[in-house]
């Protein structure tokens, strides 16, 4: 290294930078609501929702965890890979979806 670095001189160009201008309609809102359309194999009825997906907050992930661990029985090390992601994403879903019918919930298990 030839050049050393002037710390002072970046902190200070960055400082006159200052922050960037963020455009409030490139966020992401914290909820959306989603349609969800599911034909029931037993019975052949055309089942509908609107479901709010939320962003979890830390407590709520959390709960995820809590619950892939339950989903697991074993030490998580021992699921296969797909099996993994199959219940991460059931926990996830049954924590993000605010107020999920009971038969959204059962076609996702």
Same mark, same amino acid.
Request: aromatic share 4%.
């Given at each position: 290294?030839?050049?050393? #670095?002037?710390?002072? =001189?970046?902190? =200070?160009?960055?400082?006159?930078?200052?922050?960037?201008?963020?455009?409030?309609?490139?966020?992401?809102?914290?909820?959306?609501?989603?349609?969800?359309?599911?034909?029931? +194999?037993?019975?052949?009825?055309?089942?509908?929702?609107? *479901?709010?997906?939320? *962003? %979890?907050?830390?407590?709520?992930?959390?709960?995820?965890?809590? %619950?892939?661990?339950?989903?697991?029985?074993? +030490?998580?090390?021992? #699921? +296969? =890979?797909?099996?993994?992601?199959?219940?991460?994403?059931?926990?996830?879903?049954?924590?993000? #979806?605010?107020?999920?019918?009971?038969? #959204?919930?059962? =076609?996702?298990?």
């Amino acid at each position: 290294m030839d050049e050393a #670095l002037d710390l002072r =001189a970046i902190k =200070a160009a960055a400082e006159k930078a200052g922050k960037p201008e963020i455009d409030k309609a490139d966020l992401v809102p914290r909820e959306i609501t989603i349609s969800i359309q599911y034909r029931n +194999p037993d019975t052949g009825a055309l089942m509908h929702a609107n *479901v709010i997906s939320r *962003v %979890m907050r830390g407590e709520q992930r959390a709960t995820v965890a809590r %619950m892939e661990a339950t989903l697991a029985g074993v +030490p998580w090390e021992r #699921l +296969p =890979a797909l099996q993994q992601g199959r219940f991460h994403a059931l926990a996830v879903c049954s924590v993000q #979806l605010i107020d999920a019918p009971d038969w #959204l919930l059962q =076609a996702l298990s």
